[in-house]
């Protein structure tokens, strides 16, 4: 019977240990979970980008944010509480909750007008003011209360492939005097063309209002946000005027503006140029724009080859060569400059008694 020596135990112990060792060095590390992302966050995220919920740009504290009206954030949770499924286990909470914890998370701020006065002319305060400023209690509020998005919104990707757009657009401005002639006659044209389109529309608007005032007495602006700073590519196109809030002005004062309008329309029929006469003044100015367009390659080079030519005749005419004809001093030119020095001479002796009788 063999003896188990004592050291027979610790040397299984250790290779046990290195086995277990090896097999946990072999064994693949426990992925690392996923940072979750905060659901009110992505609750934010959809609400904003939905289209259902009215919202405009206004200036904060010389920022341009996005903002809405707490009434209409009920009103939208309301009519979609699908949205609220984004919540997971915070989606039976009420509305005014919901808005406390996106205020408590910096999502969003509460703002107030800057102008708390109404104007003269108003009845009551602008519903969507462009200046706003930070409200000192951040509680959320349906009264007359404004709240504006914190968060940068992701961009969409027209905007993405436009911001790669505008350098191309740059470098194609640059290079405008190294364009063929007819690219920029196109280019004339199309800038012409849509200077005239929103001259004509300006005009146009400015027309109605002035007919639809005189006559009715109401403000009708079409294309309302069409020069509003704070207006969205959405809005600026937005055709039908919106609704008159202010009072109806007085019959005097539309009186008075339609009498100056008639004087002024009879003043300039009255003063204005006939045909005979703005033909004399185009003549007169030089115009760039006709320049540019009367401009021909074709005519030009023949220009140019006309001036070669008279060049290459006066200097062959001019010039004596080895061979040619030699120039010879005409008996006129001699007398002509004798005749000169002559008179040259009177004119000096004629000053010089001028001024010897002035000095007695």
Same mark, same amino acid.
């Given at each position: 019977?063999?003896?188990?020596?004592?050291?027979?135990?610790?040397?299984?112990?250790?290779?046990?240990?290195?086995?277990?060792?090896?097999?946990?060095?072999? +064994?693949?590390?426990?992925?690392?979970?996923?940072?979750?992302?905060?659901?009110?966050?992505?609750?934010?995220?959809?609400?904003?980008?939905?289209?259902?919920?009215?919202?405009?740009?206004?200036?904060?504290?010389?920022?341009?944010?996005?903002?809405?009206?707490?009434?209409?954030?009920?009103?939208?949770?309301?009519?979609?509480?699908?949205?609220?499924?984004?919540?997971?286990?915070?989606?039976?909470?009420?509305?005014?909750?919901?808005?406390?914890? %996106?205020?408590?998370?910096? #999502?969003?701020?509460?703002?107030?007008?800057?102008?708390?006065?109404?104007? !003269?002319?108003?009845?009551?305060?602008?519903?969507?003011?462009?200046?706003?400023?930070?409200?000192?209690?951040?509680?959320?509020?349906?009264?007359?209360?404004?709240?504006?998005?914190?968060?940068?919104?992701?961009? !969409? $990707?027209?905007?993405?492939?436009?911001?790669?757009?505008?350098?191309?657009?740059?470098?194609?401005?640059?290079?405008? !005097?190294?364009?063929?002639?007819?690219?920029?006659?196109?280019?004339?044209?199309?800038?012409?063309?849509?200077?005239? #389109?929103?001259?004509? #529309?300006?005009?146009?608007?400015?027309?109605?209002?002035?007919?639809?005032?005189?006559?009715?007495?109401?403000?009708?602006?079409?294309?309302?946000?069409?020069?509003?700073?704070?207006?969205?590519? &959405?809005? #600026?196109?937005?055709?039908?005027?919106? &609704?008159?809030?202010? +009072?109806?002005?007085?019959?005097?004062?539309?009186?008075?503006?339609?009498?100056?309008?008639?004087?002024?329309?009879? $003043?300039?029929?009255?003063?204005?140029?006939?045909?005979?006469?703005?033909?004399?003044?185009?003549?007169?100015?030089?115009?760039?724009? +006709?320049?540019?367009?009367?401009?021909?390659?074709? %005519?030009?080079?023949?220009?140019?080859?006309?001036?070669?030519?008279?060049?290459?005749?006066?200097?062959?005419?001019?010039?004596?060569?080895?061979?040619?004809?030699?120039?010879?001093?005409?008996?006129?030119?001699?007398?002509?400059?004798?005749?000169?020095?002559?008179?040259?001479?009177?004119?000096?002796?004629?000053?010089?008694?001028?001024?010897?009788?002035?000095?007695?």
């Amino acid at each position: 019977m063999k003896k188990t020596g004592g050291g027979g135990g610790a040397a299984g112990d250790k290779k046990r240990s290195r086995r277990s060792y090896a097999d946990s060095a072999t +064994d693949t590390p426990p992925k690392k979970q996923a940072v979750k992302k905060d659901v009110f966050q992505i609750f934010a995220e959809k609400v904003r980008d939905h289209k259902d919920l009215e919202s405009r740009w206004a200036v904060l504290q010389e920022t341009r944010v996005e903002y809405f009206r707490g009434k209409d954030f009920v009103s939208f949770l309301k009519n979609h509480p699908e949205l609220k499924d984004l919540l997971e286990s915070d989606k039976n909470l009420e509305v005014e909750d919901i808005a406390d914890i %996106l205020l408590r998370k910096n #999502l969003v701020v509460r703002c107030d007008r800057v102008v708390k006065t109404v104007r !003269p002319g108003k009845r009551k305060l602008s519903t969507w003011p462009a200046h706003l400023e930070i409200f000192p209690d951040q509680a959320f509020s349906d009264n007359d209360a404004f709240f504006a998005w914190t968060f940068v919104n992701r961009r !969409p $990707l027209w905007q993405t492939l436009l911001s790669f757009c505008w350098p191309v657009l740059t470098l194609a401005i640059c290079l405008f !005097p190294v364009y063929p002639h007819q690219v920029k006659l196109f280019i004339l044209y199309f800038c012409a063309g849509v200077l005239l #389109l929103i001259l004509c #529309l300006l005009s146009m608007r400015a027309l109605v209002f002035g007919f639809l005032w005189v006559a009715l007495g109401k403000r009708v602006w079409f294309f309302p946000n069409i020069l509003a700073e704070e207006a969205t590519l &959405k809005e #600026l196109f937005q055709f039908w005027p919106q &609704k008159d809030e202010a +009072d109806r002005p007085k019959w005097t004062a539309r009186l008075f503006y339609a009498t100056v309008a008639v004087l002024v329309i009879m $003043l300039l029929r009255h003063h204005a140029p006939d045909e005979a006469a703005r033909a004399r003044y185009h003549k007169r100015v030089s115009n760039i724009i +006709d320049d540019v367009l009367e401009w021909s390659p074709r %005519l030009a080079l023949s220009g140019m080859m006309d001036k070669q030519t008279v060049v290459n005749a006066t200097d062959s005419h001019n010039n004596v060569t080895d061979g040619g004809p030699e120039t010879t001093a005409r008996p006129e030119d001699d007398t002509e400059g004798e005749t000169t020095y002559d008179q040259f001479e009177e004119e000096e002796i004629i000053n010089a008694g001028d001024s010897k009788d002035r000095y007695y």
